[in-house]
């Protein structure tokens, strides 16, 4: 089927979704009546045995098995298997990945061991409009280093420019949170390479999205959280990578003692251990840990490639559909229309698009608003139908035609997150 | 009823349990049968109100609600919520405590913001013999800053001696993670105060365990767990404390997004947020966080003076038992025989002492081993008995006196936390 020709009846999409190969995971989430859910970008939604396995750690591994958990339910280990079944859905090795902390505290992390790795440069390159918490990780770390690091900021198309002899590291994000732009995290990291720099990528809105291949883009650190794509839960614990030529040498700086080389030792001072193991902090939230794990395991049995072919032809026919239907609106595209330099999600512009996204939302489309004008809308192949792209275009259009969205409910100020 | 003239019988103990003004809370708790728990002093018991909090979360807040949630379960808001029902726990005030990060990293933020505030001070004094992670951040910190920092190890009697002038920050567990030993607050924060230094105290083996005082005593900075006396589940959020007189000018360098002074408006460069907000880092594990707020809940209806008079009892009650029916069999008191000095755990030395614990654990009563020689109980008023110290110290006479724990299924080796 030709999505750039499809036409545009209910009648196709719902043939879409009849010979969609990923149409089943869609059971495998525990989705409201009602809703569609455009905001799996930002928080992904639940497995449903995700409640079987809270259960199962309250009830059995804390309430029962107390502290031999530690031993029996394999909690100490919990950052490796997560990372090690989280390696191949981004193009990593067994014993590259650590699940584990937040993002920005695994930015800090790869970071500071980058700039440790490039000890005569001082210049970090970064895209100030990023979603702005690895910048404020990077400020606050060149600022504690106090040795006259600076950031570089440059947006997407000066960031090659932006690469010269003085660049310790770049640290990127692949898909751009609001846009949806992808970097060319190849071309990037081989001209980091090519001018002695490190190429540090976040993966918050690729992995999971999209196939990632960090070792075939000889990536040096990577970072990226698990409630997004990955369907980890609120706040799951994110991930970190670090490649492995890199891990005999690499140092970071929060030296918690799951970091050691002996941990239960106890011994007074800090000894590395080997390897990616003194990435890892301290002791870990286990109930978030074992719970993002059961996001993991679906895609284990996941083909990013069918992911990503699915992604593409629901964001395309979603622009299509407003295109079609709510183009005397006012809306801008602010996401590529190029489809391969698209990540999973659409982002609209419109001068009034808070109370727009709040008047979809309530009428069940969920989307989310990032100020200044950008309505988003996220496509999670896993459990979007192309049923939901349809009906989500018509309501949007309804709410437009209507003047549904004026009404004064929508325009009142709530924090978005 | 004199606890140390008490006769010590199983009557008299049973009498204990049917006067004791906590006994109710110990119906909270979903503790295994046939198990005598004395290992809450490293996990604590799970509330049995934490399996329904974990559903909730995890079926209507994440699930049902979707992204909403941020806003209307208040999610955003969760380390303010637990933080101010910490805080009349360890003596701290309303808008002084969060609730986040883990123990190490909340060491390493307020450590770096007490450095900032004595710049020209290059001393740390900790104690050596601590629970190894305050003092691996602090030695990574150190490293990372290279600042000619040094830290200045003294134990327990020399730390008075071990503050001078060029000391910027004393790091102190207030209660030895291994003998119990309380470390005087009030005396050497004023030591520290006097010599102008800051003083930082971890509570991990305090909070929940014995009245804190934290602004009675003018401490500066304070971390802590809630996984063991506060019963927050594995791995739960740790706490850290900010005296209000500090939070304008306290600063920390791992400024992740949810301390900036305005989160949601997604600026480029990082701006602190004012007082205590600045101490948040990024987003937090929130089934984790959310299931620590049942074990805070229980403590705002717990009265810390009773929790203390029992805690008191149990434990002088235990070494009585032993020093009676066990006084032959080798082993020692590591902890303080003077029971203000002693926290809510009692530590016996024995030469064999891992296999020793290995067939208590396997008789049900359990507790933990802490190379090379020390059997650890900890002992939490809210739900162990005074039938559970006769029935622990009568299975370890038994296992003694029987040679049971000769048998070499205890001698194998395995990992404990």
Known sequence: MQIDTLPLTAEAFAALDADDPLRAFRDEFALPEGVIYLDGNSLGAAPKAALARAQEVVSREWATDLIKSWNTAGWFELPERLGDKLAPVIGAGAGEVLVTDATGLNVFKVLAAALALRPDRKVIVMEGSNFPTDNYMAQGLVEFLGQGHQIRFAEKDDILAAIDQDVAAVCLTHVHYKTGHILDMQGITAAAHQAGALAIWDLCHSAGAMPVDLNGARADFAVGCSYKYLNGGPGGPAFLFVARRHQGEARQPLTGWWGHKAPFAFSRDYAPAPGLARFRTGTQPILSMAVAEVGLDIFARADM?????????????????????????????????????????????????????????????????????????????????????????????????????????????????
């Not at 992911?307 to 593409?312: E, P, V």
């Not at 698209?342 to 698009?353: D, E, I, K, M, N």
């Not at 309501?395 to 997150?417: C, G, N």
Request: with cysteine.
């Open 305 to 417: 490639a069918l992911i990503r072919q699915k992604s593409l032809a629901l964001t395309s026919l979603f622009i299509r559909l407003v295109d079609e239907r709510c183009g005397s609106f006012g809306f801008g595209l602010a996401s590529p229309r190029d489809a391969d330099a698209r990540g999973s999600q659409v982002a609209l512009t419109h001068a009034t698009g808070y109370p727009i996204m709040k008047a979809l939302i309530a009428h069940g489309v969920i989307g989310d608003f990032r100020a200044p004008d950008i309505l988003r809308f996220g496509f999670t192949p896993l459990y979007t139908s192309y049923m939901d792209v349809w009906n989500a275009a018509e309501t949007l259009y309804r709410i437009m035609a209507s003047d549904e969205w004026k009404k004064p409910v929508y325009s009142a100020v709530d924090a978005v997150t």
